[in-house]
């Protein structure tokens, strides 16, 4: 499974941005799909993710009620909407998908596939 990143830029506190991420190849294997972040001199931290059949949806404390993942299984693509930004979520942005539908999201959550990353840089 390949998947490309794309979407990110630099934008100001308060403003949106939309990523994408469009899988290809083997994805009918996948069981799940998320998006993490790294921000410099942290570690990578999880922000959101998706059951690729289930729809279902989970979200880091810090981006619950301003990010919206969600999917179109037609076009093999995973999007995060991103509203309300703030200084603190300037990161790169990853997208990553499981085979494993058991693993929960969350802390502990990794991908078997994994995006290039795109910046996002937001300004206060």
């Known amino acids: 499974v390949q998947l490309q990143a794309y979407g990110g830029g630099l934008v100001q506190a308060g403003d949106s941005v939309r990523l994408s991420c469009a899988a290809s190849g083997r994805t009918f294997s996948v069981r799940g799909m998320a998006w993490l972040r790294q921000a410099p001199g942290k570690d990578r931290e999880f922000v959101a993710g998706i059951g690729w059949g289930s729809g279902s949806t989970y979200y880091a404390t810090s981006v619950k009620g301003r990010f919206t993942i969600s999917r179109d299984n037609a076009k093999n693509t995973v999007y995060l909407q991103m509203n309300s930004l703030k200084p603190e979520d300037t990161a790169v942005y990853y997208c990553?998908?499981?085979?494993?539908?058991?693993?929960?999201?969350?802390?502990?959550?990794?991908?078997?596939?994994w995006g290039q990353g795109t910046q996002v840089t937001v300004s206060s």
């Open positions: 990553a998908a499981s085979r494993n539908p058991s693993v929960p999201f969350g802390t502990r959550w990794s991908g078997d596939y």
